[in-house]
Structure formats: structure tokens, C-alpha cells
């Protein structure tokens, strides 16, 4: 299998493109003022992309786990699992990284703002409700990526179904004809029992008949041909 074809390397390079997608956002995100509408909405960007990397990385490395216990099955050998292993490692301890990064800079300014109590309890208010906002995000969107899965099972279900279906009805087809078959057989032995049995009995009477007999049944058979053909093609 080749690595355009291998689902591995199709989703490690979706995952490397929302990677990268992080990262330039993380570059905007530095370059914003701090408690603007766009710094955090930015933040919560990132803080959910982080979040969405980190699960499609735990994801692939389940699969990956998988195929490490039979690798040749799956036509991969331990080299190929421990370089696979390696870019996950890589690609987690990157999000990561980025992630503390984000959350630290989000707490400094927070921090830095708050010049007096009030401000303090506002701020930490204002925190409180972003993470209620971030949690409640994620759980959207987990709850839409269970519905999505729940989907695709409803649908292989469903396919599963129609082969089924589709396999016993190849069944009954194989033995409606196995059994036709069988009563052919049986009829074309009967037939042949009885074709066996009518030429030993001519061959019996052949035998035992004189020239002279045998000349009367000829001579009898060639009467009756004509009278039946007389009476069929004349009348």
C-alpha cells in the first residue's frame, strides 16, 4: 500500500495542516493586544484547535496500537510502526507546547490588567465564564462527533444488512439448483435403468428367436410402421 493510499498517512496529513493552521494563529495571537474581542477570540480559537489536535492524535495512536500487534497483517513492519510512533510523539508534544503557551499568556494578561480588587474579581469572573464557554463548546462538539459516528455505524449496519440479505438469498438460489440438479440426476439414472433393462430384454429375445422369427418380426414391425403411418399422415 502506498502512502497516498495508507488512511495513516491521509490523516497525519490532515493533522499536520491543522497543525500548521495552529501555529499561524498562534503567531497572530501574539501580535494581538491583550483583552481585545479578537485576543480572545483568538484564544478560544486555539484553545479548541489545540484540543481537537490532541484527540485525532490520541486517536491515530489507538490505531496505531492496533497494528502494532500484528504489523505484517497490516503490511507494516516494526520500523514503519516506530516511525509512526515518533511523528505522533512529536505532533503531541508540538500542540502541547502550544497550548501552555497560549493558557500562560492568557493568565499573565489577565494578571497584568487586575490593578485593584475589583478588577481582580472581575477578571477572574471573566475567566470563569470563558471556560464555561470553552467547555461547553467542546462538549458540542463532542456530542456532533457522536452523532457522526453514530451515523456511519447506522449506515454500515444498513450495507452489513443488504449483504446479508443478498447472501442468503445466493443461498437459497444454490439450493433451489442443488436440489433441481438432484432430481435430474435421480430421473436421468431412473432413465437409464430402464433403457438397460429394454435392451437386455431385446437382446434376450434377439437371441433366442430363429432367422425365421426374427424375419417375422421384421416383417411385422414394417406392417405396423406402414399401417401407423397411414393412419397418420393419410387420414
Not at 35 to 41: L, S
Request: proline content about 2%; hydrophobic content about 40%; charged content about 25%.
Amino acid at each position: 500500500m502506498t502512502p497516498a493510499q495508507d488512511p495513516f498517512y491521509i490523516v497525519k496529513d490532515e493533522i499536520q495542516d491543522s497543525i500548521d493552521k495552529a501555529q499561524d494563529t498562534f503567531h497572530q495571537w501574539k501580535q494581538t493586544p491583550a483583552n481585545t474581542g479578537e485576543y480572545v477570540h483568538l484564544t478560544k480559537e486555539l484553545l479548541t484547535s489545540c484540543e481537537s489536535i490532541l484527540w485525532q492524535v490520541d486517536e491515530l495512536e489507538k490505531a496505531i496500537s492496533v497494528a502494532e500487534r500484528d504489523p505484517a497483517y497490516y503490511g507494516l513492519n516494526e520500523a514503519e510502526i516506530g516511525r509512526r510512533r515518533k511523528w505522533t510523539s512529536t505532533a503531541r508534544n508540538q500542540v502541547l507546547t502550544l497550548k501552555r503557551n497560549v493558557e500562560g499568556g492568557r493568565q499573565k494578561s489577565a494578571f497584568e490588567h487586575s490593578t485593584n480588587p475589583s478588577e481582580a474579581i472581575r477578571s477572574k469572573k471573566h475567566i470563569s465564564q470563558e471556560n464555561d464557554e470553552f467547555i461547553a463548546s467542546e462538549s458540542d462538539q463532542q456530542m456532533l462527533l457522536i452523532k457522526r459516528q453514530d451515523e456511519e455505524l447506522d449506515m454500515l449496519s444498513a450495507s452489513v444488512q443488504r449483504i446479508g440479505g443478498v447472501g442468503l438469498t445466493i443461498h437459497d438460489e444454490l439450493v433451489g439448483q442443488e436440489k433441481l440438479l438432484g432430481e435430474l440426476s435421480l430421473d436421468m439414472e431412473t432413465t437409464s435403468n430402464r433403457l438397460d433393462f429394454v435392451q437386455k430384454r431385446v437382446a434376450m429375445v434377439m437371441k433366442k428367436a430363429s432367422l425365421k422369427g426374427q424375419i417375422m418380426m421384421i416383417a411385422f414391425l414394417v406392417i405396423l410402421f406402414i399401417i401407423l403411418f397411414v393412419l397418420v399422415f393419410l387420414t
